[in-house]
Each structure stands twice: as C-alpha cells, then as structure tokens.
C-alpha cells in the first residue's frame, strides 16, 4: 500500500469507464487525479438514466457475448472478470438493489441513475480503507502531451495546466453526443502518438430513407410550403407522421455478405426516416451495408402475428361498397401510419392488387440511404484498435497509457452491453496500471 501511494495515476475520462478505474485504483492505496472538460461527471450517464437506467440484462453469458458481434472474443475476455452477476453486486455495494425487467434487462429498484451516482462519487471520495479519495479536476480539457511526452496538457478555467503521471488511463467516450462531453477531439492525439484509431461511426442510430416524391393518398391535399428533403419521406407523410411510432411490426434485412437480422418491436418514423430500439438493432447490419453499397433494404412487416397466407385471404375478402382503406381496417388493423407507408411506398396500381398488396403487408421494402449524424447516435463505433493494445489495455507504443470505454473500437446494442463493457474495460485497464507500476 505504502508503495502505491507513492504513485500518481491520472484518469481522464468521468463517465462510467473512468469512474470504474479510479475506483479500482484508489482501493489500492495509488493517488488518482481525475480530470474532464465538463464542469460534472457522468452526464451522459444520468442522460441514459431518464428513462430508467438499464444497467445490464440477465441472458446466459454466451449469449450476452455474442451481442459484441466482431469483438466478442475481446469484450468477452473482460466479461470474464466483470459481467452482469458482477455488475449488480458491485450495484448492491453501493446500496442499489436491482431488479430483472420483463425483457431480461436489468434495472436499479428506482429506475434512477442519480442515486447510483451520488453513492459511487462518495465511495470515491472516501474509500473504504480511509486513505486519500479520488481528487476531480473539472472543466480540464485534455490537449495532448507536452512537448518532451513527459506531461499532461489540459486547457483549465486558469489557463494551461501540465500534469505528470506515473500511468494514464483514457477514458473519453467515443463520438456521439458532443454536448456531453463525448466529441472524438482526442482521435488526432493519439493519432499523432502513432496509436491506430479505426474512423468513428454513428452506433444505435436512426437512418434517413431515400426520397419519396409520390402524391399524397387521394382526398388529401400537400401541405402548403412543404418542399421534400433530398432524402426522406414526402413532405405529406413528414408533416402528419414523423414522431409517431411503428408499433407491432418486425423488420428483416439482410446485406451483401449474407448476413442477416430479424425482429418483432417498435420504432419511430422521423422527418426523414427512421429510429427507435428495433432500428437501433440492426444499425450495424445496416450502416455497414450503407457504407459498401450506398444503401441498404429494410424489409417490414406490418402484420407480424399473421401468415402471409391470412393477410391475402383478408386482403381478398369481399368488400363490397366499402373503400380500401375502410376494408384494410376492418379485416387487418391497418390504419394511421401502417396505411400511410402502404401509400407512401406503394404505386396506386399495386395498392389495387390483392396479391401485391398482400405481399407488401408482409414485407415492405425500405431503402435507406444513410446513417444520422454520429452526434445523434446514442453510442459511437470504431476507436483505438485491440491490436495495438495488450491484455490489460495498455498501448503497446506507449507504454503507462491505458484506454478504456467506448473509446476502443467495439459497438453494441442497448438493452444494458454498453454500459456493462464499459465498466468491465475501466476495471480491467485499472488493474493493468496495478500491474504495470508493480513493475
């Protein structure tokens, strides 16, 4: 102990990954300062908490692994140590009890991230042990090295500061929601360093369809002043349904390589396409096929708890005087924004075709063109790659430096991985600077 507190580590970084690594340290007995631009800690965290904090989900390992797609092998390898059963009992040390939801995911009694936070930033500051607590350092801005490599820069309400460290652990979010701290300004840092950082990329995000000019469905006039996107839905169908959701459908999409996705949810129709949790799902699937091709196809299907065989009995049932659209809602439930994306995609020929009609109720192809901005995503893929880093994730160019958090080049749905990856990376790479100042 006495050792270690003769050592000086600086975090930067206080969003979950960092607040983990401070605290793995300052058990130890080593001094950590540290430091962030924003003026509090963990803001995208109780961001994440409004609408009730998912901590982590409760499915077997193995399938919880395969959620981290291309890199399961290594946000598996850090699982091992800190996965979901670990992660709620580290919750319950702080006096948070948890509860499994409906759909596996796991959340505190309260729903809340406040309370979580209050408890972990007390036992940072006093640890169990009685020694020195974690000294924060807001409003520091992370600039780089000094000029001989030996020292911290950060941009400080005083002016410049320069720091020097025995062992330096990032944790400094990826690239999405910049107002919270998370704005990739440290990519050409470590770039320049010689450290190989894979492009950020908008993870869990909406896309934008390609552009539909068609009139809207007969009866119903243009908006005045409406002037379609150069990508989304037409003017009418933006004007009357963006913000509402798609609920009771399922998607399907499958890419160029052979790959495949498959769901039943909800999502939301926006002003130019589309988002919400089943979007978020495939975005990987889809982004990726995006960036090869230009586009990617989503099919949808509208009516997931009927066979493709009862929607066509339905659609063919007589109906006598009765309109389409009275006919569609009275045999299928099909009304409001399912009707609307059935004339927003469909030429009125095929909407007079039974059989075109059925087919399209069970799978409507979708093109989109393009990923929202990564600033809108609610995670970020790409950053520093696994292969330039070792076991505890430090970088093997430039060794004392550790990175951890959304920062490494892994993505991976909601539904509590991220969150769980990131506090397992911040432990792990707080253990490897244990390591590391052993010597």
Not at 54 to 64: I, M
Not at 152 to 167: H, I, N, T, W
Not at 314 to 334: A, D, F, N, Q, Y
Not at 393 to 414: K, N, Q, R, S, Y
Request: charged fraction near 20%.
């Amino acid at each position: 102990m006495i050792e270690m507190q003769n050592k000086k580590v600086v975090v930067i970084g206080g969003g979950p990954a960092g607040l983990m690594a401070a605290e793995v340290l300052v058990q130890a007995g080593v001094a950590v300062d540290l430091y962030d631009a924003m003026p509090s800690v963990g803001r995208k965290f109780l961001l994440a908490g409004k609408g009730g904090l998912n901590l982590t989900h409760s499915e077997p390992a193995d399938r919880f692994a395969e959620r981290y797609g291309a890199r399961r092998t290594q946000i598996e390898a850090l699982l091992r140590d800190f996965g979901a059963p670990e992660l709620r009992a580290w919750a319950q040390g702080l006096g948070i009890e948890t509860f499994v939801g409906s759909s596996g995911r796991v959340f505190p009694k309260d729903m809340k991230a406040a309370p979580l936070l209050r408890a972990w930033l007390q036992r940072l500051r006093h640890p169990a042990h009685g020694g020195s607590g974690v000294a924060f350092h807001m409003r520091h801005r992370w600039l780089g090295w000094s000029e001989d490599g030996r020292e911290l820069r950060f941009e400080s309400p005083e002016g410049e500061v320069r720091v020097p460290a025995d062992a330096v652990v990032l944790a400094l979010g990826g690239g999405s929601w910049a107002r919270l701290g998370s704005n990739g300004a440290w990519v050409p840092l470590l770039a320049a360093r010689g450290v190989a950082v894979a492009p950020l990329l908008p993870a869990n995000c909406g896309f934008d369809v390609a552009l539909q000019c068609k009139l809207p469905p007969e009866g119903q006039a243009l908006p005045v002043q409406a002037v379609p996107a150069p990508a989304g839905w037409s003017a009418f169908f933006a004007s009357r349904f963006a913000g509402q959701p798609f609920k009771t459908v399922a998607i399907r999409c499958t890419d160029g390589l052979g790959r495949s996705f498959e769901r039943k949810g909800e999502f939301v129709a926006t002003a130019t396409g589309v988002e919400g949790s089943l979007v978020y799902a495939a975005s990987h699937l889809l982004r990726e096929e995006i960036i090869r091709t230009g586009h990617a196809t989503l099919h949808l299907d509208l009516l997931p708890d009927m066979t493709a065989e009862r929607v066509l009995a339905e659609v063919m049932h007589p109906r006598g005087s009765r309109s389409l659209s009275s006919h569609l809602k009275s045999r299928l439930g099909i009304d409001g924004i399912k009707a609307a994306v059935l004339h927003e995609l469909l030429g009125k020929d095929d909407m007079h075709d039974s059989h075109k009609l059925a087919a399209a109720l069970k799978a409507l192809p979708l093109q989109l063109v393009a990923a929202r901005p990564i600033d809108e995503a609610i995670s970020s893929a790409g950053g520093v790659l696994f292969e330039v880093l070792n076991a505890d994730l430090m970088c093997e160019a430039l060794p004392g430096l550790f990175c951890a958090g959304e920062m490494l080049d892994w993505e991976a749905p909601t539904g509590g991985y991220l969150l769980t990856a990131c506090l397992a990376s911040g432990r792990r790479a707080a253990q490897g600077v244990l390591r590391h100042l052993h010597g």
